[in-house]
C-alpha cells in the first residue's frame, strides 16, 4: 500500500507526494479522503449520537418548564427550587451537547 505525505507549504488536499518516490500526485484529494474515512464516519456516528442525546434533553427541559409554569403556585417551595436547579442543568447540559455537535460539524468540514 503506497503511504501518502504532503508538503508543508501546500493544503492536504491540493497536492500529495508518493514516499517511495517522492513524484507529484494530482490526484491525492480522493487518496486523502479514502484514507480517512473512518475518522469521517467516527464524526458522523458521533454526531448521530449528539442528536439523540440533545433531543433527549431538550424534551426533559421543555416538560421540566412547563411543569413550572403550570404547577408554581400549587407546589412547595423547595420543589420549584429543585424545580429551577434542575431547569438550570438540563439547559446547561443542552448547551454543552449543542457545543460539542458544533465542533464535530466544524472537525468534519476539516475532512
Same mark, same amino acid.
Given at each position: 500500500?503506497?503511504?501518502?505525505?504532503?508538503?508543508?507549504? =501546500?493544503?492536504? @488536499?491540493?497536492?500529495?507526494?508518493?514516499? @517511495?518516490?517522492? &513524484?507529484?500526485?494530482?490526484?491525492?484529494?480522493?487518496? @486523502? @479522503?479514502? /484514507?480517512?474515512?473512518?475518522?469521517?464516519?467516527?464524526? /458522523?456516528?458521533? !454526531?448521530?449520537? !449528539?442528536?439523540?442525546?440533545?433531543?433527549?434533553?431538550?424534551?426533559?427541559?421543555? %416538560?421540566? *418548564? $412547563?411543569?413550572?409554569?403550570?404547577? =408554581?403556585? /400549587?407546589?412547595?417551595?423547595?420543589?420549584?427550587?429543585?424545580?429551577?436547579?434542575?431547569?438550570? *442543568?438540563? &439547559? %446547561?447540559?443542552?448547551?454543552?451537547?449543542?457545543? $460539542? $455537535?458544533?465542533?464535530?460539524?466544524?472537525? !468534519?468540514?476539516?475532512?
Amino acid at each position: 500500500m503506497v503511504q501518502w505525505k504532503t508538503p508543508e507549504n =501546500y493544503e492536504s @488536499h491540493e497536492l500529495g507526494f508518493c514516499i @517511495h518516490d517522492n &513524484t507529484r500526485v494530482d490526484s491525492c484529494e480522493i487518496i @486523502h @479522503h479514502n /484514507k480517512n474515512m473512518p475518522k469521517i464516519d467516527r464524526i /458522523k456516528e458521533e !454526531l448521530s449520537w !449528539l442528536k439523540i442525546v440533545f433531543s433527549v434533553f431538550i424534551a426533559i427541559d421543555v %416538560s421540566l *418548564v $412547563a411543569w413550572l409554569a403550570r404547577n =408554581y403556585d /400549587k407546589t412547595s417551595g423547595v420543589l420549584i427550587i429543585f424545580g429551577f436547579i434542575a431547569v438550570v *442543568v438540563f &439547559t %446547561s447540559v443542552v448547551v454543552w451537547v449543542n457545543r $460539542a $455537535a458544533m465542533r464535530r460539524f466544524k472537525e !468534519l468540514e476539516e475532512e
